[in-house]
């Protein structure tokens, strides 16, 4: 302490010189940031392929159903007196065999490329038509295919057309 001019006691604070620390990355940080640089180029790795199969299986799941409701849609636009094999060859919604129930529909629309054999790997068509009462018939519209892994998926819609 020392007394200044205008009599008042005053403190002295040295500043201490402090040396300039340099912006750097110690070794530890390094190696840090590669091993979590590199726990997520693992994961990612590891992810990214289950996500394309994924997405390659919603994809042939949503053709498959497509094509099952525009197979059914022109059965029902055809009517109860056209669901026997003669009719539905007709109208071009089934392959020529087999020629009795379940009837198969994997190459047919092959000019508009709408065909299960087409559309998706392995694919195959079939429609089943049944006798549930005296003037009521049951049909079912089933798409099924081979996924890359070996599985096979299936899609299926049922419905009732009547003698009206």
Known sequence: MFVGSDGRAQTVVRRHTMRRRQCAFTLAEVVLSIFLLGVVAVVFGALFPTG?????????????????????????????????????????????????????FTNTDDATRESPARMLPNGQGQIVVEDVAWDVKRVIVRVSWRELNGRTNQVELRTLVTNL
Not at 57 to 86: P, Q, V
């Open 52 to 104: 394309q199969r994924l997405s390659g299986s919603a994809k042939w799941r949503a053709a498959a159903l497509a094509l099952a409701e525009r197979r059914m849609e022109a059965i029902k636009f055809i009517g109860y007196g056209n669901l026997t094999y003669d009719g539905l060859r007709a109208y071009g919604l089934i392959d020529a065999s087999p020629n009795t129930p379940p009837f198969s």
